[in-house]
């Protein structure tokens, strides 16, 4: 959605055709053509389409290079390692489950951008300071291969608690909550939903249960799950997104009528992914324009095809292909940032000793 995310959309833009624009590295200061260029800094799986950023760098005047850092966490951590030279004007791709870290780094200098009156409150989880601007979202969720069920005769799980029933036993695989935002995103949805206390023994359950771990998205979800692509794998159960489905059916003609894979609502987590402007920044005045445009209605028509994520635009279009094949999540798991960064590692070293040893 990631980190929840990262490396999973990274490798879903890549297999439906999203265009990612070129990593230009960070030579040339901005301000050595009089504050014509603005930098974007961010994470691998940034997309947009070329007909939407052209129009912006024509009514804006800048020119945009992108800066691209690997996953989510990977460019987090450098942008905190050359807060002191940064090495752009905006960062994009900080989420719910790394924001107290940017911000108790100091990463930004607040802007509230224009448009951000048709953001839900409930996205800016910054309020009031605005030193990030909300600029899309998703869920990781449990998927399952429909045709797998129905073959078998047995109903695809709904919930967490689902996964831990017998008939579920060793059907599910799940990424590494070490090495994985998915994983780590799923591992969240537990705490959220069964508290500090509940987590680690529903863990137990879920292990006892024959739940498969490997260290990454495109692993679990094209390697050992059965209904993506040619259904190479022989688990009906992945941790994956929402976005999955729609993602599954894209380009197909005949367009089925249906995705061939599900979504277990009930496990679902809610990433939200941010963009701020970098304190420091060689062109502030580029860096606020770039970050009015992420909101535009514009910008956000356009994410859901590159990204595979939602706007957070009131109002802005969703693609028929989200519409007729997408899972609307109405009830995610959600963590408060500050709790995440209070406790991540502490969860991760107890995730990794109850189910890895």
């Known amino acids: 959605m990631s980190t929840i995310r990262k490396a999973a959309v990274a490798a879903v833009a890549v297999a439906v055709g999203g265009t990612a624009l070129a990593g230009c590295g960070t030579s040339g200061d901005s301000r050595a053509d009089g504050g014509k260029t603005v930098r974007l800094v961010s994470h691998d799986s940034f997309a947009v389409s070329k007909s939407v950023l052209k129009e912006f760098e024509r009514t804006s005047g800048y020119k945009v290079q992108m800066v691209k850092g690997g996953d989510a966490g990977k460019a987090v951590n450098q942008a905190v390692l050359t807060k002191d030279n940064p090495q752009g004007d905006v960062f994009f791709g900080i989420d719910n489950t790394l924001l107290s870290r940017g911000l108790d780094e100091d990463l930004f200098t607040p802007y509230k951008a224009k448009g951000l009156s048709a953001v839900p409150e409930k996205l800016q989880l910054d309020k009031g300071k605005h030193r990030v601007t909300p600029v899309d979202y998703g869920d990781i969720c449990v998927n399952y291969d429909k045709a797998y069920f129905k073959k078998h005769g047995i109903a695809p799980p709904k919930t967490f608690a689902d996964l831990v029933k017998p008939r579920y036993k060793g059907l599910l695989v799940t990424e590494n909550s070490a090495t994985s935002s998915p994983g780590l995103a799923f591992q969240l949805g537990t705490i959220a939903q069964y508290g500090t206390s509940g987590w680690q023994d529903y863990w137990k359950k879920l292990k006892a249960n024959?739940?498969?771990?490997?260290?990454?998205?495109?692993?679990?979800?094209?390697?050992?799950?059965?209904?993506?692509?040619?259904?190479?794998?022989?688990?009906?159960?992945?941790?994956?997104?929402?976005?999955?489905?729609?993602?599954?059916?894209?380009?197909?003609?005949?367009?089925?009528?249906?995705?061939?894979?599900?979504?277990?609502?009930?496990?679902?987590?809610?990433?939200?992914?941010?963009?701020?402007?970098?304190?420091?920044?060689?062109?502030?005045?580029?860096?606020?324009?770039?970050?009015?445009?992420?909101?535009?209605?514009?910008?956000?028509?356009?994410?859901?095809?590159?990204?595979?994520?939602?706007?957070?635009?009131?109002?802005?279009?969703?693609?028929?292909?989200?519409?007729?094949?997408?899972?609307?999540?109405?009830?995610?798991?959600?963590?408060?940032?500050?709790?995440?960064?209070?406790?991540?590692?502490?969860?991760?070293?107890?995730?990794?000793?109850?189910?890895?040893?």
């Open 210 to 357: 024959g739940v498969e771990v490997v260290d990454g998205w495109e692993q679990a979800y094209y390697e050992r799950f059965s209904g993506a692509g040619g259904g190479k794998g022989d688990k009906p159960l992945v941790v994956s997104y929402a976005s999955s489905p729609p993602a599954e059916v894209m380009d197909k003609k005949p367009a089925p009528k249906e995705a061939p894979t599900g979504v277990a609502t009930g496990t679902c987590f809610r990433q939200t992914e941010f963009a701020g402007l970098l304190k420091g920044a060689a062109n502030e005045k580029g860096g606020k324009a770039l970050l009015d445009f992420l909101i535009s209605k514009k910008f956000q028509e356009d994410m859901p095809l590159q990204m595979f994520v939602n706007p957070v635009v009131e109002g802005a279009r969703v693609p028929e292909l989200f519409t007729k094949y997408g899972q609307r999540i109405d009830d995610p798991k959600t963590v408060a940032p500050a709790e995440i960064s209070k406790n991540r590692e502490q969860w991760i070293k107890q995730w990794s000793s109850l189910v890895l040893k």
